[in-house]
């Protein structure tokens, strides 16, 4: 769990660098004219090549020892999507989501399909062990030596996702993850599931989320806060804790992070942390990981 004193020093300065690259990549591409799309995409490949986060490089392990990816990415604008589960050597998923978005029929693929995709659109390919880290070996150890468990139940590395609205007043989000330690028979979890984990709407806003996925799947919970937003009129802060209060009372435990249309954003955890930052136009930009910490977002 993301609590103070449970996370080592170096692992914890660890996430905060990596938030604030990922944070001036997606700034650099807005600050340019660039689109939220863009700067989602940039910002999630860089948490994607960093070892401290569940995505890419860094990613937890299934129970049989190997590593399988899932990403999706989505257009406010357009509300086209492109995701991919179950990937294997594509070194960034989320930039093979978005080909699946623009370059195929589809809105998602998965596994060897999409693996064969992401090789017929020369995108960037990697053996598998590049991803592998001795910190989510050890995690594999520790869960699979606890018999009580199916898998991971603490969700403890979670999902990285991406929200941007860009000059033009369009939004987009993008996710990306391993899933969860010790997943088994081919699981999928929320992060690639459009409306569940990765929703963008210009007529509401953008949600990224993570935390126990099956939850997520079941209160839709991306679509469900932008339906909130445009249905009800409620703000993005209030639409956030009123889902995820719903998905607390299934039963499920996690985040999102909320762009909206208006240009305002939010974020709602159940949990005691959660990897988060935020940059605006203006210059601001803060970096949290634990629930006393402020973004000042709402």
């Known amino acids: 769990m993301l609590e103070r004193g449970k996370i080592a020093p170096e692992a914890e300065q660890g996430a905060r660098d990596g938030l604030a690259r990922a944070l001036d990549a997606g700034s650099a591409v807005l600050s340019s004219g660039g689109t939220a799309l863009d700067a989602v995409e940039a910002a999630v490949r860089v948490l994607e090549d960093d070892p401290h986060f569940n995505a890419g490089r860094g990613a937890v392990f299934t129970y049989e020892g190997d590593i399988r990816l899932d990403a999706a990415i989505m257009d406010g604008a357009s509300r086209d999507a492109g995701a991919v589960t179950g990937v294997h050597a594509t070194r960034n998923p989320v930039s093979l989501a978005r080909a699946v978005m623009e370059k195929s029929p589809h809105v998602m693929l998965s596994g060897v399909g999409a693996d064969q995709f992401s090789r017929e659109q020369d995108l960037g390919q990697v ?132 762009a909206g249309a208006d240009g305002s954003v939010a974020s709602s955890f159940t949990t005691a942390g959660m990897n988060r930052g935020y940059a605006d136009a203006s210059g601001a930009r803060r970096v949290a990981i634990y629930g006393d910490e402020s973004l000042d977002e709402r």
């Open 127 to 258: 053996d598998p062990s590049w991803f592998a880290t001795e910190e989510r070996r050890r995690q594999l150890d520790v869960m699979k030596a606890d018999k009580t468990d199916w898998f991971d139940v603490d969700m403890k590395y979670g999902t990285v996702g991406a929200v941007a609205r860009d000059r033009e007043g369009h939004v987009a989000a993008a996710t990306s993850t391993g899933g969860i330690t010790g997943k088994r028979w081919g699981r999928i979890g929320d992060s690639p599931l459009i409306g569940a984990g990765t929703y963008a709407d210009d007529r509401a806003c953008a949600v990224s989320a993570t935390g126990s996925g099956e939850f997520f799947i079941r209160e839709s919970v991306s679509h469900e806060i932008a339906a909130r937003i445009r249905m009800l009129g409620d703000g993005a802060a209030h639409a956030a804790d009123a889902v995820m209060a719903e998905v607390t009372a299934l039963g499920g435990t996690g985040g999102v992070v909320v």
